[in-house]
């Protein structure tokens, strides 16, 4: 079975541009969680969507948003990017179920995309 | 609030030296502890895990035991190899909680000489 794949790999942005980044989990996993990791913060858990839905959200600002699709694919978005969001963003997908089973399932990450901000 | 406490790497090793990687934790609910482990350039790989009290977690020669009594989750590996340099995360996700949150330490840097 593939694993979770996430592109780009490697981006460069400037000040105030926006940004998208894809995921795609493991073939019948319908949970995608996304982190970031920096230096300074270390990994931090961004927002988590299941069944096309918001199940859960970190403590980033509204810059940060996210969407599922139908086929569980997620995308990641930042608008007005600062030198700050240079980091390292993670995805992670798990089965899941609608009970949402708490913390008893295994999170799959793919190889994050390196975003550079510049 | 849910936290990881792990203690400060880098941590240098020989070859066939015992590892330990000390984990603490606080959550207000009643957590499943896992250890992920991060190669250069990669993504993060779980390691090894435990939903319960007293479970122990093994993998490739790596355990861990989720203590209650002391809310920790000490990593270990009798003998370890050049090949397990890397960055051991050891994290949370609160069973309270709807959903999937996982909460992580600092990280551990482990670097393994031959």
């Known amino acids: 079975k593939a694993g979770v794949t996430q592109t780009p790999r490697y981006l460069i942005k400037t000040r105030g541009q926006q940004v998208t980044l894809s995921c795609s989990p493991i073939s019948g996993h319908r949970s995608v969680s996304w982190y970031q990791q920096t230096p300074g913060q270390g990994l931090q858990f961004l927002f988590e969507?299941?069944?096309?839905?918001?199940?859960n959200k970190g403590n980033f600002p509204g810059r940060f948003s996210g969407r599922q699709f139908s086929n569980s694919r997620s995308e990641m978005n930042v608008s007005t990017l600062e030198l700050g969001d240079s980091a390292l963003y993670l995805c992670?997908?798990?089965?899941?179920?609608?009970?949402?089973?708490?913390?008893?399932?295994?999170?799959?990450f793919g190889p994050g995309t390196r975003l550079l901000v510049l | 609030g849910n936290s990881v406490t792990q203690m400060e790497g880098p941590v240098t090793l020989s070859e066939e030296a015992f590892l330990t990687i000390n984990c603490t934790y606080t959550a207000t609910g009643y957590p499943s502890l896992f250890w992920y482990v991060q190669y250069p350039g990669e993504g993060l790989q779980l390691l090894l895990k435990?939903?319960?009290?007293?479970d122990k977690g093994s993998n490739k020669g790596f355990e861990a035991t989720y203590r209650k009594e002391t809310t920790s989750f000490h990593l270990e590996k009798g003998s370890v190899q050049v090949s397990d340099s890397a960055v051991y995360f050891c994290?949370?996700?609160?069973?309270?909680?709807?959903?999937?949150?996982?909460?992580f330490g600092a990280g551990t840097i482990l670097r393994v000489k031959s």
């Open positions: 435990a939903t319960k009290a007293d």
């Open positions: 994290a949370l996700s609160d069973r309270k909680e709807y959903g999937n949150k996982l909460v």
């Open positions: 969507y299941f069944s096309e839905t918001q199940r």
């Open positions: 992670a997908s798990s089965l899941s179920h609608r009970s949402g089973l708490a913390g008893l399932e295994t999170q799959y």
